[in-house]
């Protein structure tokens, strides 16, 4: 396998991992938090599931950022910056920029901080805008991979 086939096949995975995650925090863990169906205490039921996976989150995303800089210096395809059809160039880079800020600055410094004191004032609507913040980043997350399949074999909305 050449150097650029495993990038891609690693970049892949890497997606995979990190926005189905998102996915599942999404869809299944956090209303199942909300609903208190992890049990009464929903911020050590959300703590347990979070921790586990903000480690692989992690390592995910600085998988597809080492990835996609090698396969955009490799390839040179820094002039795809300039282009308005290559939009999904963009949008991945500024994915991985809004979720690396999250994972490592804003999960650790203010999440871990702040979460505690929302949910003790107010657990509804703590969780209800946690759960709100995940949709609007597995929406940016979907959105990004739909226009990158399909740019990157082709299709053009300009």
């Known amino acids: 396998m050449d150097d ?7 970049h892949v995975l890497g997606v995979v991992i990190w926005i189905g995650g998102v996915g599942m925090a999404t869809t299944v863990a956090i209303p199942a938090v909300r609903r208190g169906d992890l049990g009464p205490n929903r911020l050590a039921a959300f703590h347990a599931i979070e921790s586990r996976f903000v480690w692989q989150a992690r390592a995910a995303v600085i998988l597809v950022g ?3 800089l090698y396969m955009v210096a490799k390839l040179d395809l820094w002039a795809r910056f300039r282009e308005p059809a290559f939009w999904w160039m963009h949008a991945m880079v500024g994915v991985w920029l809004i979720f690396a800020l999250l994972l490592f600055v804003g999960e650790p410094l203010v999440l ?5 004191g929302l949910v003790a004032r107010d657990p509804d609507a703590a969780f209800a805008w946690l759960h709100r913040m995940h949709v609007v980043l597995l929406t940016l997350g979907l959105v990004t991979v739909f226009g990158a399949v399909a740019g990157s074999h082709g299709w053009s909305v300009f």
């Open 4 to 10: 650029l086939a495993l990038a891609r096949a690693l």
């Open 66 to 68: 080492l990835t996609g």
């Open 112 to 116: 871990h901080r702040r979460l505690p």
